[in-house]
């Protein structure tokens, strides 16, 4: 059985770009939930899609967004990035079971530079 | 507001020692509670959880965790630990009832020398 899978594994972006990062779920799983890693502010969740919709929503600026397809791949954008945006970025994917937490099972994270 | 404390930033320790991690919580709601690990330049893989039941859960690679609510607490420990067992440590508190919002401690840097 796959695991989740992010890609790319590493990026190097300029200031003032833009960076799209994908994540694939482990099959049936049709969430899909984002997380910054960094080392001063530790890891933070953004934002969690479950068939298609946004449930959940972190502390981010707008600047941060997500979406998710039908097959419950999901990708996040950050729109105008800054320095402070270099981090792992982490995807975790889970079953929608109503009420427990199923537990959530992380890809291995694209590492973002942002130069 | 949901929050996790981990109260060692580091733990050394020799191998085969035994060890616990300390994590303390706070949460108005239910409480489910996750370990994970994570080793170098990868990512999160889940040690073991807690959603109801047994206060003494039995995870992965010989580590368990014990579910105290009076004190809030969710100490990971192993008996006898390895060389590979090296990593950062992270306590969770699901913030949500499943709606994926995580919230982490700040890690613990298990380190097994020789």
């Known amino acids: 059985k796959a695991g989740v899978t992010q890609t790319p594994r590493y990026l190097i972006k300029t200031r003032g770009q833009q960076v799209t990062l994908s994540c694939s779920p482990i099959?049936?799983?049709?969430?899909v939930s984002w997380y910054q890693q960094t080392p001063g502010q530790g890891l933070q969740f953004l934002f969690e899609?479950?068939?298609?919709?946004?449930?959940n929503k972190g502390n981010f600026p707008g600047r941060f967004s997500g979406r998710q397809f039908s097959n419950s791949r999901s990708e996040m954008n950050v729109s105008t990035l800054e320095l402070g945006d270099s981090a792992l970025y982490l995807c975790?994917?889970?079953?929608?079971?109503?009420?427990?937490?199923?537990?959530?099972?992380f890809g291995s994270g694209t590492r973002l530079t942002v130069v | 507001a949901q929050s996790v404390t981990q109260l060692d930033s580091q733990v050394p320790v020799f191998e085969e020692a035994p060890v616990e991690l300390r994590c303390n919580y706070s949460?108005?709601?239910?409480?489910?509670l996750f370990w994970y690990v994570q080793y170098p330049n990868q990512g999160l893989q889940l040690l073991l959880k807690?959603?109801?039941?047994?206060?003494l859960v039995k995870g992965i690679n010989g580590f368990e965790a014990e579910f105290n609510k009076s004190q809030t607490s969710f100490h990971l420990r192993k008996p006898s630990v390895h060389i590979s067992d090296t990593a950062e440590y992270f306590c969770?508190?699901?913030?949500?009832?499943?709606?994926?919002?995580?919230?982490f401690g700040q890690g613990t840097t298990l380190q097994v020398k020789p």
């Open positions: 899609y479950f068939s298609e919709t946004q449930r």
């Open positions: 099959s049936g799983h049709r969430s």
């Open positions: 969770a508190v699901d913030g949500s009832g499943n709606t994926g919002k995580l919230i």
């Open positions: 975790a994917s889970s079953l929608p079971v109503t009420g427990v937490p199923y537990g959530y099972t």
């Open positions: 807690y959603l109801s039941g047994s206060t």
């Open positions: 949460s108005s709601v239910s409480v489910y």
